[in-house]
C-alpha cells in the first residue's frame, strides 16, 4: 500500500473516533490532507468504500494488536490492554459505533463478530496461562469466564445498553474496576497481590 492512502488511513480513523463517521464528509477529509477531492477519489470510490478501508486497516493494524500469548504472564497481557485502551481514550467517540450501525450494518456486524471472537479467544488463552503458572485458581470453567468476558466488553460497557453511561465508558478508571473485579474473581492469593501491586504502580505513575 502506498505511503499516501496508509497515511490517509490511519488519520481517517483517528477522525471518525473523534467525531464520529457521519460527520467526516470526504470534503473535510480532503481539506484535512491538503488534498483535492479528485485525488482522494483516487484512492477511494466514495465514502462508503473509505469508511470500509479505514475499518479494516484498524482492525488488521491498530484495534486487535494485543496478543494474549505474548505477554510474560497472565497478569500483565491485561495492563498492556490498558496502555492499549488508554491511547484509544484519548480521541475516542461512541458515536463512531452508532454511525457503523445505523450507516454501514455489514461492516458493523463485521467489526463486532471480529470484536467478540479476539477477546473470547485471548479471554480463553489467557486464562489457560494464568492457571499453568500459579497466577490464576486451578479447575477454572474457561469457556464460562471467556463468555463473560465478551458480556462484560461488548454489552456491559456499551452506552447503548443504559448500564453505564458515555462518561463512564471513557475513563480508564471503569476499566480498572471491572478488571480488578474479573481478578478477585479468578485469581491466587498471588496472582491477585501481583496484579495490586501493578494496578498501584500504573496509577502511581499516571500521578506522577
Known amino acids: 500500500m502506498e505511503d499516501k492512502k ?14 464520529g463517521i457521519r460527520s467526516v464528509t470526504m470534503d473535510d477529509v480532503a481539506r484535512e490532507f491538503g488534498i483535492s477531492k479528485k485525488t482522494l477519489y483516487q484512492y477511494f470510490r466514495d465514502k462508503a468504500d473509505l469508511v470500509s478501508q479505514v475499518v479494516d486497516f484498524y482492525l488488521k493494524n491498530l484495534m486487535f494488536d ?9 497478569i500483565d497481557f491485561y495492563f ?18 452508532f454511525d457503523l450501525k445505523k450507516q454501514y450494518p455489514q461492516l458493523f456486524k463485521k467489526v463486532h463478530k471480529i470484536k467478540r471472537e479476539k477477546i473470547f479467544i485471548n479471554t480463553v488463552e489467557n486464562i489457560n496461562k494464568g492457571m499453568e503458572t500459579g497466577f490464576y485458581r486451578i479447575g477454572l470453567d474457561v469457556d464460562l469466564i471467556a463468555k463473560l468476558q465478551v458480556g462484560r466488553m461488548l454489552y456491559t460497557l456499551n452506552p447503548e445498553n443504559e448500564i453505564f453511561s458515555e462518561r463512564e465508558v471513557a475513563t480508564i478508571e471503569l476499566f480498572d474496576k471491572v478488571i480488578e473485579y474479573h481478578m478477585h ?24
Open 80 to 97: 498492556a490492554l490498558r496502555t492499549h485502551i488508554s491511547k484509544i481514550l484519548k480521541y475516542f467517540n461512541n458515536n463512531i459505533e
Open 66 to 74: 494485543i496478543d494474549a500469548s505474548r505477554e510474560e504472564n497472565a
Open 6 to 19: 496508509l497515511h490517509i488511513l490511519k488519520n481517517v480513523g483517528r477522525l471518525y473516533l473523534r467525531f
Open 185 to 208: 474473581a479468578i485469581c491466587t492469593e498471588m496472582g491477585l497481590k501481583y496484579f495490586k501491586q501493578q494496578l498501584k504502580n500504573v496509577q502511581n505513575d499516571v500521578k506522577n
